[in-house]
Nanobody
Framework: QVQLVESGGGLVQAGGSLRLSCAAS????????MHWFRQAPGKEREFVAA????????YYTDSVKGRFTISRDSAKNTAYLQMNSLKPEDTAVYYC???????????????WGQGTQVTVSS
């Protein structure tokens, strides 16, 4: 089992940047594929990005491609989401999630953090 804690959220102006962190504890985080999801008010949770255990594969939803970068530091048991050129529509609670497999379809990851708020002002 793994515990996940997100940090790095906040308020930023449109065009700005934030870096989210997801610190993992418990079972070695390198065992898990890491994911970022987000949920905006009144909307369903959506997939944002994912990275494989070896960091060789990354995946993004179309709306963030070219602006967001997912990465991980296995030595620090931490995953990151670098968010650049932020837009008001990126405003959401961002969640980190982990699973032994990459979850890019209808099956959601097994382990979740508590979320961190990202607000982008226009």
């Amino acid at each position: 089992q793994v515990q996940l804690v997100e940090s790095g959220g906040g308020l930023v102006q449109a065009g700005g940047s934030l870096r989210l962190s997801c610190a993992a504890s418990g079972r070695t985080s390198s065992t898990y594929a890491m994911h970022w999801f987000r949920q905006a008010p009144g909307k369903e949770r959506e997939f944002v990005a994912a990275i494989s255990q070896s960091s060789t594969r990354t995946y993004y939803t179309d709306s963030v491609k070219g602006r967001f970068t997912i990465s991980r530091d296995s030595a620090k048991n931490t995953a990151y989401l670098q968010m650049n050129s932020l837009k008001p529509e990126d405003t959401a609670v961002y969640y980190c999630a982990a699973d032994s497999l990459l979850r890019l379809g209808t099956i959601i990851p097994k382990y979740w953090g508590q979320g961190t708020q990202v607000t982008v002002s226009s």
